[in-house]
């Protein structure tokens, strides 16, 4: 992708060590427009338990800007990550919800204090690895699904606001992750090998219920299935979520057959955990949901056509799923499926398409089970 009309501009790439935005900043570079780097920290972490990570991503953003001749530049935003996306992550948790923080370290860190801190630092733009496309329709910005399906990053994005994406810039959004890994090896990047971050954003790979388990104490209760029948005890229903079928500890449960158990539901005032059994169990399917706290990129909600006219993905990486959408009010909406979806969960992101462009979404509240052999709408 050229970015001409971005020549005198001073573009700021976030790097973090990873190919992604090793690659963007190249691309940027070799277009010949004013490029520099800013790491984030974001976690004040013991390194001697995750194996010094935060050291070797900055180490390692070093030699790119040595390698691509650009300044660099390093901001600690531990406090802002964690006001106002960390603190959110637990509380979640605490209600018995599996909340997303890559969507609010998206919204609030990257996208926000990053924002802003590149701009004090002079920049007219930034820019990151992630693979999505923005667009100008008349007055208005546009995102849009990135060119590689299995990478599009669209769905955590769609919290973004109009300013966020007039300043920002995705080099990678029209490119496949094979031909990124290609540049940077033809490139000699150091980066050309590096395995993808995976786990919590900025906090990295943990045994998650051991570093849960650090902010929320456990409090054991009761796993039961839907008519009261007691199988089991759980250390805390916060480590759990639905659809989860490792880790429940109640297999070979006498009289039940050798189906696998699957969490179906927490009951957070009861501090119980409802599981069912069977793969295909009907409570492991959700018709519709409901959803608050929503955000239109445009600024305002999709004007409503009637039938299936949207798609919604209630993960990341999941198909299209055709939906019909209706407002219930400025902050809530009902998702009803054309077909059921399984493990549809309470805390994550429900994000509305129409074609390729991300149009916004909210979080999910509830569910409603589905009746699988019936049409919705």
């Known amino acids: ?86 603190i959110q992550f637990i509380e979640e948790y605490k209600a018995g919800r599996t909340p997303n923080p890559d969507v609010f370290c998206n919204q609030e860190i990257k996208f926000r204090a990053f924002l802003h801190h590149a701009l004090a630092l002079g920049a007219d733009m930034i820019a990151t690895g992630h693979y999505a496309r923005i667009q100008k329709q008349d007055d208005k910005f546009e995102l849009l699904k990135g060119t590689d399906c299995n990478k599009d990053q669209s769905y955590f994005l769609y919290r973004l606001s109009q300013e966020q994406l007039s300043r920002s810039l995705f080099p990678l959004g029209e490119m496949t992750k094979p031909q990124v890994r290609q540049l940077a090896k033809q490139a000699g990047l150091i980066t050309q090998d590096k395995k993808d971050s995976t786990g919590i954003c900025f906090i990295g790979e943990r045994p998650f219920k051991d570093f849960l388990s650090r902010f929320i104490p456990p409090e054991p209760g009761e796993i039961q299935t839907p008519d009261g029948t007691v199988i089991g005890q759980h250390d805390g229903i916060f480590y759990y979520t639905l659809g989860q079928r490792q880790g429940l500890g109640i297999g070979g449960v006498r009289n039940t057959g050798n189906a696998p158990w699957y969490v179906v539901a927490k009951d957070p005032d009861r501090n119980i955990l409802i599981v069912v059994q069977g793969n295909d169990h009907p409570l492991l399917y959700s018709s519709s949901l409901h959803a608050t706290r929503l955000h239109w990129i445009s600024g305002n909600a999709p004007a409503l056509i009637g039938g299936y006219d949207y798609c919604a993905k209630t993960r990341y990486r999941q198909a299209d799923q055709a939906c019909c959408l209706t407002l219930l009010d400025q902050d809530r909406c009902k998702v009803e499926f054309t077909h059921p979806q399984r493990s549809v969960t309470p805390g994550q992101s429900v994000v509305i398409y129409q074609g390729n462009q991300c149009l916004g979404g909210g979080i999910i509240a509830k569910t409603e089970t589905a009746n699988i052999t019936s049409r919705i709408c």
């Not at 940027?28 to 338990?49: P, R, S, Y």
């Not at 660099?72 to 106002?84: F, G, M, P």
């Open 1 to 86: 992708m050229v970015y001409m009309e971005q020549a005198g501009k001073k573009i700021i790439v976030g790097l973090s060590g990873g190919v992604d935005s090793s690659v963007a900043a190249m691309l940027l570079k070799h277009q010949t427009v004013a490029v520099e780097g800013l790491f984030m920290k974001n976690w004040e972490e013991d390194d001697t338990e995750t194996g010094c990570s935060a050291a070797e991503d900055i180490r390692d953003t070093r030699n790119i800007c040595d390698t691509l001749g650009i300044p660099l530049h390093t901001v600690n935003l531990s406090a802002e990550y964690w006001e106002k996306v960390f």
